[in-house]
Nanobody, 113 residues
Framework: QVQLVESGGGLVQSGGSLRLSCVAS????????MAWYRQAAGKQRELVAS???????NYADSVKGRFTIFRNNTKKTVYLQMNSLKPEDTAVYYC???????WGQGTLVTVSS
């Protein structure tokens, strides 16, 4: 059973940076597509970024140029580096394995103005 555990959320001022981490258990992590989603209060969950096993990435328009998704297959970890954070980035961020349909528990990111 694959499990995902996120960490790295917190409170940061506008313009600041945070790095989220998501550690996966189980095998074959290197074969999985991995993604980060976020859900702000009162809004639907939305895709932030994704990365395939070969490293190709995809980003939501709202975070392009500010966020970077990358992975370390040896550590079974996917990261989301978030720079130039804005108050509208405030949300619970979830790690997702679309291949297995598994979600992490979420980590809260709060950006103050």
């Amino acid at each position: 059973q694959v499990q995902l555990v996120e960490s790295g959320g917190g409170l940061v001022q506008s313009g600041g940076s945070l790095r989220l981490s998501c550690v996966a258990s189980g095998s074959n992590f290197n074969l999985y597509v991995m993604a980060w989603y976020r859900q702000a209060a009162g809004k639907q969950r939305e895709l932030v970024a994704s990365i395939i096993s070969g490293g190709k990435t995809n980003y939501a328009d709202s975070v392009k140029g500010r966020f970077t998704i990358f992975r370390n297959n040896t550590k079974k970890t996917v990261y989301l580096q978030m720079n130039s954070l804005k108050p509208e980035d405030t949300a619970v961020y979830y790690c997702h394995n679309p291949t297995r349909g598994i979600w992490g528990q979420g980590t809260l990111v709060t950006v103050s103005s």
